[in-house]
Protein backbone atom coordinates (compact mmCIF):
# COMPACT_ATOMS: atom_id res chain seq x y z
CA UNK A 1 0.00 0.00 0.00
CA UNK A 2 1.06 3.86 -0.58
CA UNK A 3 1.24 5.99 2.07
CA UNK A 4 2.30 9.67 2.26
CA UNK A 5 5.46 10.90 4.08
CA UNK A 6 3.35 12.19 7.57
CA UNK A 7 1.22 8.63 7.30
CA UNK A 8 4.33 6.63 7.00
CA UNK A 9 5.53 8.70 9.82
CA UNK A 10 2.92 8.10 11.84
CA UNK A 11 2.99 4.30 11.20
CA UNK A 12 6.73 4.12 12.61
CA UNK A 13 5.79 6.17 15.59
CA UNK A 14 2.71 3.78 16.61
CA UNK A 15 5.04 0.71 15.69
CA UNK A 16 7.59 1.97 18.25
CA UNK A 17 5.41 3.25 21.07
CA UNK A 18 3.57 0.15 20.57
CA UNK A 19 6.89 -2.16 20.96
CA UNK A 20 8.48 -0.47 24.03
CA UNK A 21 5.31 -0.08 25.81
CA UNK A 22 4.68 -3.87 25.47
CA UNK A 23 8.05 -4.83 26.14
CA UNK A 24 8.80 -2.69 29.13
CA UNK A 25 5.05 -3.65 30.96
CA UNK A 26 6.08 -7.51 30.35
CA UNK A 27 9.60 -6.89 31.49
CA UNK A 28 7.98 -5.37 34.98
CA UNK A 29 5.80 -7.66 35.29
CA UNK A 30 8.08 -10.17 35.36
CA UNK A 31 10.04 -8.95 37.92
CA UNK A 32 7.21 -7.77 40.00
CA UNK A 33 7.59 -10.32 43.22
CA UNK A 34 11.30 -8.74 43.31
CA UNK A 35 10.05 -5.51 42.96
CA UNK A 36 7.04 -5.89 45.72
CA UNK A 37 9.68 -8.19 48.06
CA UNK A 38 12.20 -5.04 47.81
CA UNK A 39 9.45 -2.90 49.09
CA UNK A 40 8.42 -4.75 52.45
CA UNK A 41 10.37 -1.86 54.48
CA UNK A 42 9.15 1.35 52.57
CA UNK A 43 6.99 3.60 53.70
CA UNK A 44 3.14 3.19 52.57
CA UNK A 45 3.46 6.63 50.63
CA UNK A 46 6.39 5.47 48.85
CA UNK A 47 5.34 2.11 48.29
CA UNK A 48 2.26 3.58 46.55
CA UNK A 49 4.45 6.43 44.51
CA UNK A 50 6.45 3.61 43.06
CA UNK A 51 3.70 1.43 42.16
CA UNK A 52 2.44 4.36 40.46
CA UNK A 53 4.90 5.12 38.95
CA UNK A 54 5.28 1.66 37.73
CA UNK A 55 1.65 1.53 35.56
CA UNK A 56 2.72 5.06 34.05
CA UNK A 57 6.48 4.84 33.49
CA UNK A 58 6.44 1.93 30.29
CA UNK A 59 4.43 4.65 28.47
CA UNK A 60 6.28 7.75 29.32
CA UNK A 61 9.42 5.73 28.45
CA UNK A 62 7.61 4.62 24.96
CA UNK A 63 6.65 8.27 24.49
CA UNK A 64 10.32 9.19 25.04
CA UNK A 65 11.47 6.86 22.74
CA UNK A 66 9.41 7.53 20.16
CA UNK A 67 8.91 11.15 20.65
CA UNK A 68 12.25 12.11 21.33
CA UNK A 69 15.03 9.53 19.44
CA UNK A 70 12.62 8.04 16.39
CA UNK A 71 10.61 11.12 15.49
CA UNK A 72 13.93 12.95 14.75
CA UNK A 73 15.81 10.68 13.48
CA UNK A 74 13.07 9.71 10.76
CA UNK A 75 12.44 13.39 9.54
CA UNK A 76 16.50 13.68 9.58
CA UNK A 77 16.73 10.82 7.29
CA UNK A 78 14.00 10.75 5.30
CA UNK A 79 14.57 12.77 2.17
CA UNK A 80 12.10 11.29 -0.13
CA UNK A 81 8.27 13.43 0.56
CA UNK A 82 6.57 11.51 -2.01
CA UNK A 83 4.41 8.78 -1.13
CA UNK A 84 6.25 5.00 -0.92
CA UNK A 85 5.27 1.50 -0.72
CA UNK A 86 4.71 0.18 2.65
CA UNK A 87 4.74 -3.51 3.41
CA UNK A 88 0.98 -5.11 4.74
CA UNK A 89 2.59 -6.60 7.45
CA UNK A 90 3.62 -3.18 9.09
CA UNK A 91 0.48 -1.83 8.24
CA UNK A 92 -1.17 -4.96 10.37
CA UNK A 93 1.12 -4.46 13.30
CA UNK A 94 0.68 -0.65 12.88
CA UNK A 95 -3.28 -1.48 12.57
CA UNK A 96 -3.54 -3.69 15.97
CA UNK A 97 -1.20 -1.90 18.27
CA UNK A 98 -4.14 1.60 16.90
CA UNK A 99 -6.77 -0.93 18.07
CA UNK A 100 -5.34 -1.56 21.30
CA UNK A 101 -4.73 2.29 22.45
CA UNK A 102 -8.45 2.61 21.04
CA UNK A 103 -9.73 0.16 23.23
CA UNK A 104 -8.07 1.61 26.15
CA UNK A 105 -9.24 5.14 25.41
CA UNK A 106 -12.77 4.06 24.82
CA UNK A 107 -12.75 2.08 28.30
CA UNK A 108 -11.21 5.32 30.07
CA UNK A 109 -13.85 7.38 28.48
CA UNK A 110 -16.62 5.08 28.97
CA UNK A 111 -15.58 5.18 33.02
CA UNK A 112 -14.35 8.56 33.19
CA UNK A 113 -18.45 9.88 31.82
CA UNK A 114 -20.06 6.90 34.66
CA UNK A 115 -18.30 8.35 37.43
CA UNK A 116 -19.09 12.02 36.23
CA UNK A 117 -22.30 11.05 36.09
CA UNK A 118 -22.47 9.30 39.60
CA UNK A 119 -21.13 12.35 40.78
CA UNK A 120 -23.84 14.43 39.45
CA UNK A 121 -26.75 12.32 40.38
CA UNK A 122 -24.96 12.25 43.87
CA UNK A 123 -24.72 16.53 44.27
CA UNK A 124 -28.88 16.54 43.13
CA UNK A 125 -29.84 13.98 45.48
CA UNK A 126 -27.56 14.10 48.78
CA UNK A 127 -27.48 16.72 51.61
CA UNK A 128 -24.75 18.44 52.75
CA UNK A 129 -22.72 18.10 55.50
CA UNK A 130 -20.57 20.89 57.40
CA UNK A 131 -17.56 19.93 58.26
CA UNK A 132 -14.97 22.57 57.79
CA UNK A 133 -12.94 21.61 54.98
CA UNK A 134 -13.16 22.21 51.12
CA UNK A 135 -14.34 18.75 50.63
CA UNK A 136 -17.97 18.48 50.60
CA UNK A 137 -19.78 15.49 52.42
CA UNK A 138 -22.79 13.68 50.93
CA UNK A 139 -24.90 11.86 52.78
CA UNK A 140 -26.56 8.77 50.97
CA UNK A 141 -29.16 6.26 51.70
CA UNK A 142 -27.46 3.44 51.58
CA UNK A 143 -24.28 3.49 48.90
CA UNK A 144 -22.04 0.70 48.21
CA UNK A 145 -18.83 1.02 49.64
CA UNK A 146 -20.46 3.28 52.71
CA UNK A 147 -17.53 5.68 52.92
CA UNK A 148 -15.79 6.81 49.54
CA UNK A 149 -14.61 9.79 47.72
CA UNK A 150 -15.40 10.35 44.03
CA UNK A 151 -14.81 13.08 41.75
CA UNK A 152 -12.25 14.37 40.01
CA UNK A 153 -11.97 18.44 39.93
CA UNK A 154 -14.44 19.09 42.80
CA UNK A 155 -14.24 15.54 44.50
CA UNK A 156 -16.56 15.29 47.47
CA UNK A 157 -17.23 12.22 50.15
CA UNK A 158 -19.96 10.14 50.01
CA UNK A 159 -21.63 8.34 53.32
CA UNK A 160 -23.84 6.10 54.20
CA UNK A 161 -26.66 7.33 56.51
CA UNK A 162 -26.29 4.41 58.88
CA UNK A 163 -22.27 4.48 58.98
CA UNK A 164 -22.93 8.17 60.80
CA UNK A 165 -24.16 5.83 63.70
CA UNK A 166 -20.25 5.22 64.51
CA UNK A 167 -18.42 6.97 67.03
CA UNK A 168 -18.13 10.46 66.66
CA UNK A 169 -14.42 9.65 66.41
CA UNK A 170 -13.92 6.92 64.78
CA UNK A 171 -16.41 8.85 61.79
CA UNK A 172 -13.93 12.40 61.50
CA UNK A 173 -11.29 9.44 61.24
CA UNK A 174 -12.67 8.03 57.83
CA UNK A 175 -13.64 11.52 56.48
CA UNK A 176 -9.79 12.35 57.47
CA UNK A 177 -8.79 8.89 55.34
CA UNK A 178 -10.83 10.08 52.60
CA UNK A 179 -9.06 13.78 52.37
CA UNK A 180 -5.72 11.90 52.13
CA UNK A 181 -6.85 10.05 49.19
CA UNK A 182 -8.04 13.82 48.00
CA UNK A 183 -4.50 15.60 48.63
CA UNK A 184 -2.63 12.88 47.00
CA UNK A 185 -4.80 12.67 43.99
CA UNK A 186 -5.43 9.23 43.77
CA UNK A 187 -8.80 9.48 41.91
CA UNK A 188 -6.74 11.42 39.03
CA UNK A 189 -4.00 8.56 39.16
CA UNK A 190 -7.00 6.03 38.93
CA UNK A 191 -8.01 8.33 36.16
CA UNK A 192 -4.65 7.92 34.40
CA UNK A 193 -4.95 4.32 34.73
CA UNK A 194 -8.08 3.45 33.23
CA UNK A 195 -6.51 5.30 30.07
CA UNK A 196 -3.51 3.24 29.62
CA UNK A 197 -3.00 0.18 27.08
CA UNK A 198 -1.95 -2.77 29.93
CA UNK A 199 -0.72 -5.76 28.26
CA UNK A 200 0.57 -7.13 31.40
CA UNK A 201 -2.71 -7.68 32.18
CA UNK A 202 -3.22 -10.88 30.05
CA UNK A 203 0.10 -12.02 31.57
CA UNK A 204 -0.55 -15.37 33.63
CA UNK A 205 -1.54 -14.02 36.88
CA UNK A 206 -3.40 -11.04 35.72
CA UNK A 207 -2.40 -7.59 36.87
CA UNK A 208 0.42 -7.59 38.94
CA UNK A 209 0.14 -3.93 39.80
CA UNK A 210 -3.14 -2.36 40.64
CA UNK A 211 -4.11 -4.41 44.10
CA UNK A 212 -0.81 -4.18 45.18
CA UNK A 213 -1.22 -0.02 44.99
CA UNK A 214 -4.38 0.26 46.03
CA UNK A 215 -3.41 -1.65 49.44
CA UNK A 216 -0.55 0.94 49.72
CA UNK A 217 -3.16 3.78 48.73
CA UNK A 218 -5.34 2.65 51.76
CA UNK A 219 -2.31 2.40 53.85
CA UNK A 220 -0.88 5.65 53.07
CA UNK A 221 -4.46 7.39 54.02
CA UNK A 222 -4.64 5.32 56.90
CA UNK A 223 -1.02 6.31 58.08
CA UNK A 224 -2.35 9.96 57.11
CA UNK A 225 -5.35 9.85 59.27
CA UNK A 226 -4.17 8.23 62.33
CA UNK A 227 -0.83 10.57 62.46
CA UNK A 228 0.83 8.27 64.83
CA UNK A 229 -1.57 8.74 67.51
CA UNK A 230 -2.78 4.66 69.22
CA UNK A 231 -6.31 5.89 70.45
CA UNK A 232 -6.74 7.80 66.72
CA UNK A 233 -5.58 4.28 65.28
CA UNK A 234 -8.11 2.20 67.48
CA UNK A 235 -10.76 4.51 66.29
CA UNK A 236 -10.00 3.84 62.67
CA UNK A 237 -9.63 0.46 62.95
CA UNK A 238 -13.24 0.04 64.10
CA UNK A 239 -14.72 2.76 61.43
CA UNK A 240 -12.86 0.04 59.11
CA UNK A 241 -14.95 -3.23 60.57
CA UNK A 242 -17.95 -0.92 60.48
CA UNK A 243 -17.57 -0.21 57.04
CA UNK A 244 -16.48 -3.66 55.71
CA UNK A 245 -19.55 -5.26 57.55
CA UNK A 246 -21.67 -2.58 55.84
CA UNK A 247 -20.87 -3.16 52.48
CA UNK A 248 -20.63 -7.06 52.81
CA UNK A 249 -24.77 -6.22 52.97
CA UNK A 250 -25.26 -4.38 50.31
CA UNK A 251 -24.84 -4.23 46.53
CA UNK A 252 -21.52 -2.57 45.43
CA UNK A 253 -21.56 -0.19 42.27
CA UNK A 254 -17.91 1.08 42.58
CA UNK A 255 -17.25 -0.77 39.65
CA UNK A 256 -19.66 2.01 37.93
CA UNK A 257 -17.20 4.81 39.04
CA UNK A 258 -13.99 5.69 39.99
CA UNK A 259 -13.57 5.99 43.85
CA UNK A 260 -11.37 5.65 46.42
CA UNK A 261 -13.45 3.49 49.23
CA UNK A 262 -12.76 3.47 53.10
CA UNK A 263 -12.73 -0.06 52.63
CA UNK A 264 -14.80 -2.55 50.81
CA UNK A 265 -15.61 -6.45 52.52
CA UNK A 266 -12.64 -7.70 50.46
CA UNK A 267 -9.20 -9.03 50.82
CA UNK A 268 -6.59 -7.45 52.81
CA UNK A 269 -9.02 -5.84 55.40
CA UNK A 270 -7.00 -7.96 58.15
CA UNK A 271 -3.76 -6.47 57.09
CA UNK A 272 -4.93 -3.66 57.40
CA UNK A 273 -6.55 -4.14 60.47
CA UNK A 274 -3.61 -5.16 61.82
CA UNK A 275 -1.45 -2.16 60.94
CA UNK A 276 -3.36 -0.09 62.57
CA UNK A 277 -3.71 -2.34 65.93
CA UNK A 278 -0.25 -2.84 65.91
CA UNK A 279 0.33 0.77 64.85
CA UNK A 280 4.22 0.00 64.14
CA UNK A 281 6.19 3.23 63.68
CA UNK A 282 6.45 4.01 60.14
CA UNK A 283 9.27 1.92 58.29
CA UNK A 284 11.99 4.05 57.13
CA UNK A 285 11.87 4.19 53.00
CA UNK A 286 14.22 1.92 52.17
CA UNK A 287 12.54 0.75 49.36
CA UNK A 288 15.09 3.07 47.27
CA UNK A 289 16.57 0.48 45.45
CA UNK A 290 14.08 -1.01 43.57
CA UNK A 291 13.68 2.88 42.57
CA UNK A 292 17.58 3.40 41.77
CA UNK A 293 17.58 -0.23 40.03
CA UNK A 294 14.23 1.69 37.88
CA UNK A 295 15.83 4.71 37.09
CA UNK A 296 19.56 2.73 35.84
CA UNK A 297 17.31 0.50 33.60
CA UNK A 298 15.39 3.57 31.65
CA UNK A 299 18.83 5.72 31.82
CA UNK A 300 20.75 2.42 30.37
CA UNK A 301 17.64 2.25 27.41
CA UNK A 302 17.56 5.91 26.89
CA UNK A 303 21.55 5.83 26.27
CA UNK A 304 21.12 2.61 24.09
CA UNK A 305 18.59 4.82 22.21
CA UNK A 306 20.61 7.32 21.37
CA UNK A 307 23.51 5.12 20.94
CA UNK A 308 21.47 3.39 18.28
CA UNK A 309 20.58 7.24 17.02
CA UNK A 310 22.45 6.30 13.22
CA UNK A 311 20.75 3.29 13.02
CA UNK A 312 17.06 4.32 13.91
CA UNK A 313 16.72 5.72 10.37
CA UNK A 314 17.42 2.29 8.66
CA UNK A 315 15.30 0.51 11.75
CA UNK A 316 12.62 2.36 10.34
CA UNK A 317 12.92 1.34 7.15
CA UNK A 318 12.65 -1.66 7.81
CA UNK A 319 10.23 -1.21 9.83
CA UNK A 320 8.12 0.00 6.99
CA UNK A 321 8.86 -2.61 4.05
CA UNK A 322 9.03 -6.03 7.21
Known sequence: ??????????????????????????????????????????????????????????????????????????????????????????????????????????????????????????????????????????????????????????PLIVVSSSFKTVKPGAFDLALAHERSHATHFDNWKLLTLSYLPRLDRMLPGGDPWSQPWQQAADWAADDDAVQGDAARSLLLAEALVTAARAAAHTVSASHTCLCTALTAADTGLAIRIDRLIRLRPNARPSGSSPLIALAALALLGAAAAFTLFPWIYALSERLLHL
Open 1 to 154: MTLSWTLRLLCILTIVFGLVLASSQIALALAHRWILRHLDNATARSRERLLYLLQIGPALFAAFVAGAVCLPAYVHGETNLESENVSRLCLLVAGLVALWFLFGLLRGLRITLRTLRFVHACRRSGPIVPNGYNIPVLTLPDPAPPVRLIGFFR
